[in-house]
Nanobody, 121 residues
Framework: QVQLVESGGAMVQPGGSLTLSCVVS????????MGWYRQAPGKQREVVAQ???????TYADSVKGRFTISRNNDRNTVYLQISNLNSADAGTYFC???????????????WGKGTLVTVST
């Protein structure tokens, strides 16, 4: 059974930095495309960064230049480095893992339970 466990959420002052981690267990981490999503109170969940199984990252326009996604296949972990935090970055950050779309993997999606980031003075 695949499990994703996020950590690293905290209360941070505006302009501060934070690193989130997501550890994946239950399958070969190297096959997963990984993503970080953010959900603010009363808003829909939105993607902020993704990284392919081969290590190619993509970012939402709102976080380019401030967020960095990376993965360590030896540690079964994906990271999200966040810098220059602002109030719009607050919310629960969720980790997503997706298997390749082709058979026999079939593009199955797994989610973690989230870690909370609060931006406050």
């Amino acid at each position: 059974q695949v499990q994703l466990v996020e950590s690293g959420g905290a209360m941070v002052q505006p302009g501060g930095s934070l690193t989130l981690s997501c550890v994946v267990s239950g399958n070969d981490f190297r096959i997963f495309a990984m993503g970080w999503y953010r959900q603010a109170p009363g808003k829909q969940r939105e993607v902020v960064a993704q990284i392919t199984s081969g290590g190619t990252p993509t970012y939402a326009d709102s976080v380019k230049g401030r967020f960095t996604i990376s993965r360590n296949n030896d540690r079964n972990t994906v990271y999200l480095q966040i810098s220059n935090l602002n109030s719009a970055d607050a919310g629960t950050y969720f980790c997503k893992a997706q298997t390749p779309r082709m058979t026999p993997y079939n593009g199955v999606v797994y989610w973690g339970k989230g870690t909370l980031v609060t931006v406050s003075t």
